[in-house]
C-alpha cells in the first residue's frame, strides 16, 4: 500500500493510499452517505447534497453508497452530487444484496428515505437487478467498486446464515467477477459487520477490496488476529467504517452513547470512559485518536465517515491534522486498553 498527497488542483492535500490491487489510489478518508439516506433524521436535499460537495472539495475522492440507505435516496442524492463535478476524480463505491420494488410500501429502520420495499436477492439475476437500479439512481454509465452487502450473522441470523453465505458465492460473486472480467467495474468486494465472514469471503473467492464496519477501531481489534494478516497477504484493500463503533468513540461515555447501533452497554461504557481519560492525559480528543489508530494498520488504505452536514465533513478532516504523540499508544497498551499487537501510527 503506498501514500501520497491529493493530486487534485485546489484541493486541500489529502493522502491517498492505493486500494488493494484495484489500481484506485483512495483517500484516506471516504465519504459515507448513510445519513444521506434519511438514517437518523430527515434532511433537506439541500443540505444532504452540499455535504457530498464539501467531501469532494476537501479532496475526499471515495463516495460510499448502497441501495439500503434510505432504500434509494442516499444513491439519488450522491448522483446529484457526483454531477457537479469531474466523475473521473471520483471513485464511485456501491453495493449488492438488495433491490428495491417501488410498487409495495417500505419497511425500515430509516427516519425517512424512498418510499420503496428492500428486497434481499443475492442470485446473479438479483445482482445485475441492483447494479442498473445503481446506475440509474446514481446518474452515472459506471461503478467503480461493487461490493456484496450484510452477509452477516448480524443481518441473516445464524440459521440463514450458510444459505445466504452460497447464494452470494453462487450468484453475486459470479455476476460481479464477470462485470470485473468484462472491466465495466475496477473492484469488486464485501462489505460486512463481521471479520469472521471477511475471512471466509477471502478463502472463498478472489476479492479485491473490503469494508468492514465496527471490528477495528480504538475501543476493539477482532479483525486483528485473522483478517487483517489475511487481507495483506491477498493484498486486499480495506476500507473501515464504524471507526466510532456508531457514535460512542466520537460522544464519548455519555448518557445515550450508542454502539453497535444501541444504547452502550456498562462494560463497554467503562472501557471508553478509561480510554478517553488516557486521551486527555495527553491532550488528544477521543474521536482524534479514534481516526489516527484505525488508519495505523497498514491494511487499511482508507476510512469511510458517514456526515450529514457539510461542517461534520470539515470536522473528520480536520482531526487528522492534530497529531497523536507514540505515548499515548504506549500508555492505552500498558493500561490494558488497547492490543498488545496493534499497529500504531509512527
Given at each position: 500500500?503506498?501514500?501520497?498527497?491529493?493530486?487534485?488542483?485546489?484541493?486541500?492535500?489529502?493522502?491517498?493510499?492505493?486500494?488493494?490491487?484495484?489500481?484506485?489510489?483512495?483517500?484516506?478518508?471516504?465519504?459515507?452517505?448513510?445519513?444521506?439516506?434519511?438514517?437518523?433524521?430527515?434532511?433537506?436535499?439541500?443540505?444532504?447534497?452540499?455535504?457530498?460537495?464539501?467531501?469532494?472539495?476537501?479532496?475526499?475522492?471515495?463516495?460510499?453508497?448502497?441501495?439500503?440507505?434510505?432504500?434509494?435516496?442516499?444513491?439519488?442524492?450522491?448522483?446529484?452530487?457526483?454531477?457537479?463535478?469531474?466523475?473521473?476524480?471520483?471513485?464511485?463505491?456501491?453495493?449488492?444484496?438488495?433491490?428495491?420494488?417501488?410498487?409495495?410500501?417500505?419497511?425500515?429502520?430509516?427516519?425517512?428515505?424512498?418510499?420503496?420495499?428492500?428486497?434481499?436477492?443475492?442470485?446473479?439475476?438479483?445482482?445485475?437487478?441492483?447494479?442498473?437500479?445503481?446506475?440509474?439512481?446514481?446518474?452515472?454509465?459506471?461503478?467503480?467498486?461493487?461490493?456484496?452487502?450484510?452477509?452477516?450473522?448480524?443481518?441473516?441470523?445464524?440459521?440463514?446464515?450458510?444459505?445466504?453465505?452460497?447464494?452470494?458465492?453462487?450468484?453475486?460473486?459470479?455476476?460481479?467477477?464477470?462485470?470485473?472480467?468484462?472491466?465495466v467495474v475496477k473492484g469488486i468486494g464485501i462489505g460486512v459487520n463481521e471479520a469472521e465472514m471477511c475471512v471466509r469471503f477471502a478463502k472463498a473467492g478472489t476479492?479485491?477490496?473490503?469494508?468492514?464496519?465496527?471490528?477495528?477501531?480504538?475501543?476493539?481489534?477482532?479483525?486483528?488476529?485473522?483478517?487483517?494478516?489475511?487481507?495483506?497477504?491477498?493484498?486486499?484493500?480495506?476500507?473501515?467504517?464504524?471507526?466510532?463503533?456508531?457514535?460512542?468513540?466520537?460522544?464519548?461515555?455519555?448518557?445515550?452513547?450508542?454502539?453497535?447501533?444501541?444504547?452502550?452497554?456498562?462494560?463497554?461504557?467503562?472501557?471508553?470512559?478509561?480510554?478517553?481519560?488516557?486521551?486527555?492525559?495527553?491532550?488528544?480528543?477521543?474521536?482524534?485518536?479514534?481516526?489516527?489508530?484505525?488508519?495505523?494498520?497498514?491494511?487499511?488504505?482508507?476510512?469511510?465517515?458517514?456526515?450529514?452536514?457539510?461542517?461534520?465533513?470539515?470536522?473528520?478532516?480536520?482531526?487528522?491534522?492534530?497529531?497523536?504523540?507514540?505515548?499515548?499508544?504506549?500508555?492505552?497498551?500498558?493500561?490494558?486498553?488497547?492490543?498488545?499487537?496493534?499497529?500504531?501510527?509512527?
Open positions: 500500500m503506498t501514500q501520497q498527497q491529493s493530486s487534485d488542483p485546489g484541493s486541500p492535500a489529502l493522502p491517498r493510499r492505493r486500494l488493494g490491487r484495484t489500481g484506485l489510489d483512495v483517500s484516506i478518508l471516504g465519504f459515507g452517505t448513510a445519513p444521506l439516506g434519511d438514517l437518523f433524521a430527515r434532511l433537506d436535499d439541500t443540505a444532504a447534497i452540499a455535504a457530498a460537495e464539501r467531501a469532494f472539495a476537501l479532496g475526499i475522492n471515495l463516495l460510499d453508497s448502497s441501495p439500503l440507505y434510505g432504500h434509494g435516496l442516499a444513491e439519488h442524492r450522491s448522483g446529484t452530487a457526483l454531477r457537479r463535478v469531474a466523475r473521473d476524480n471520483v471513485v464511485v463505491c456501491t453495493k449488492v444484496g438488495r433491490w428495491m420494488d417501488p410498487f409495495h410500501g417500505r419497511g425500515s429502520n430509516f427516519a425517512g428515505g424512498a418510499p420503496h420495499r428492500a428486497v434481499f436477492d443475492y442470485s446473479y439475476d438479483g445482482t445485475m437487478r441492483s447494479v442498473e437500479q445503481s446506475l440509474l439512481r446514481l446518474g452515472t454509465d459506471r461503478i467503480d467498486l461493487l461490493l456484496i452487502h450484510d452477509v452477516d450473522v448480524w443481518t441473516h441470523g445464524t440459521d440463514a446464515i450458510e444459505a445466504r453465505f452460497r447464494e452470494a458465492m453462487e450468484g453475486a460473486y459470479v455476476a460481479l467477477d464477470k462485470l470485473r472480467s468484462e472491466r476479492f479485491d477490496t473490503m469494508l468492514l464496519a465496527g471490528r477495528y477501531s480504538l475501543l476493539e481489534q477482532p479483525a486483528l488476529a485473522e483478517f487483517l494478516p489475511l487481507a495483506q497477504a491477498k493484498d486486499i484493500g480495506m476500507m473501515l467504517g464504524g471507526v466510532f463503533n456508531s457514535g460512542i468513540l466520537a460522544t464519548g461515555a455519555v448518557a445515550g452513547a450508542k454502539y453497535n447501533y444501541k444504547d452502550a452497554p456498562p462494560d463497554v461504557m467503562q472501557k471508553v470512559a478509561a480510554i478517553d481519560r488516557v486521551c486527555r492525559a495527553h491532550n488528544v480528543a477521543l474521536p482524534t485518536a479514534a481516526l489516527h489508530f484505525a488508519l495505523g494498520h497498514p491494511a487499511v488504505a482508507s476510512l469511510v465517515l458517514g456526515a450529514q452536514t457539510p461542517q461534520e465533513v470539515e470536522r473528520n478532516v480536520a482531526a487528522l491534522s492534530s497529531p497523536a504523540p507514540a505515548a499515548l499508544w504506549r500508555d492505552l497498551k500498558n493500561e490494558g486498553l488497547l492490543d498488545q499487537h496493534a499497529p500504531v501510527p509512527t
